[in-house]
């Protein structure tokens, strides 16, 4: 059975889940989240967990971008590996993000 979390722990994973997102800043994350109209801490979490904020990577495309050319993103196409195709990120996508820079990237470099 799985056990219920505090006030205190469901905040730091909101917290954790703004860190993360692709929001611009935390109050367009804050707003983004409230539209879902939440009612309890938990609600808050999972409301963070399902909303979705535009992929800077491919700028919204979803597919990959080679370079921008007067602010518009160019490149070959295919498929953006940081959304998956999507142009929006949500938070399974940013963790998945988060855990290859920090755990595999280096090893490219």
Do not use: W
Not at 27 to 44: E, I, Q, R, S, W
Not at 90 to 99: L, P, T
Request: proline letters at 5%.
């Amino acid at each position: 059975m799985a056990t219920r979390k505090t006030v205190e722990e469901l905040r730091a994973l909101y917290r954790a889940i703004r860190s993360r997102s692709e929001a611009v800043d935390s109050a367009v994350f804050d707003a983004a989240v409230k539209a879902l109209n939440p009612k309890t801490p938990a609600g808050f979490v999972k409301a963070a967990q399902r909303v979705t904020f535009p992929c800077r990577r491919c700028a919204g495309s979803g597919e990959f971008v080679t370079m921008m050319v007067n602010g518009k993103p160019t490149g070959p196409g295919g498929i953006c590996f940081r959304c998956g195709g999507k142009g929006a990120q949500n938070d399974a996508d940013a963790k998945r993000n988060r855990y290859f820079d920090e755990h595999f990237a280096g090893m490219y470099h």
